[in-house]
């Protein structure tokens, strides 16, 4: 069965400063990874996914996120973050034995500090 | 930019209450997911819909829930007797084409709260 695993509840940073989001995942077969962010009072919105081809993926709002097969990794990056980054980031898979539905990790906090 | 939509926002019942969630997904999107996530804790998979019957269901999507498009737009989730631990913030989404490799786009979600 798929499992995700992000490893910080909560990530303060300086305004402007470069962030990392950890994701690990668990799968015995192929999957697809999705990085989902959620501003306050708002819904989840993708950032980006990966579903195959080049390990580096570019998302919206400057976010790129690298995955990494033989650490079973799906980490997400941004240079510079904003204020407006504040928001719960969460990790997602799917695709383990065909299933659509959507297997989330616990969710990351980024608190970004003027 | 079409958006998916949930109704109400948030809703108080009594433990043992019927409550009904609404989704209006995207207009052109034909599969339906509804999720939940209780309060500090991870966002589960609950049920998901096509073509007026059930793809996929977890373990906590029991005989207390069901799920009905009772028109052209909505989408619902029916939990019939509501318990404590029902409690939780539900999420509706819904993607345009079938496969784990499509974005599903989510609502911002009810905050349900049973007393």
């Known amino acids: 069965a798929q499992s995700v695993t992000q490893l910080d509840s909560q990530v303060p940073v300086f305004e402007e400063a470069p962030v990392e989001l950890r994701c690990n995942y668990s799968s015995s077969v192929s999957v697809y990874l999705f990085w989902y962010v959620q501003y306050p009072n708002q819904g989840l919105q993708l950032l980006l996914k990966y579903l195959s081809g080049s390990t580096l993926v570019k998302g919206i709002n400057g976010f790129e996120a690298e995955f990494n097969k033989s650490q079973t990794s799906f980490h997400l990056r941004k240079p510079s973050v904003h204020i407006s980054d504040t928001a719960e980031y969460f990790c997602a898979v799917s695709g383990d034995t065909g299933r659509r539905a959507l297997t989330f990790g616990s969710g990351t906090r980024l608190q970004v500090q003027p | 930019e079409p958006e998916v939509t949930q109704t109400p926002s948030h809703q108080v019942t009594q433990m043992g209450q019927e409550v009904i969630l609404r989704c209006v997904p995207i207009?052109?999107?034909?599969?339906f997911y509804w999720y939940r996530q209780i309060l500090g804790q991870k966002v589960e998979f609950l049920v998901s819909f096509y073509n007026n019957e059930i793809s996929e269901k977890s373990e906590i999507f029991d005989d207390q829930f069901s799920v009905e498009r009772p028109d052209g737009s909505n989408f619902t989730l029916k939990i019939r007797s509501t318990k404590l631990e029902d409690s939780a913030m539900y999420f509706c989404?819904?993607?345009?084409?079938?496969?784990?490799?499509?974005?599903?786009?989510f609502g911002p979600g009810t905050r349900l709260l049973v007393l």
């Open positions: 207009s052109n999107h034909l599969y």
């Open positions: 989404a819904s993607t345009r084409l079938q496969g784990a490799r499509e974005t599903q786009y």
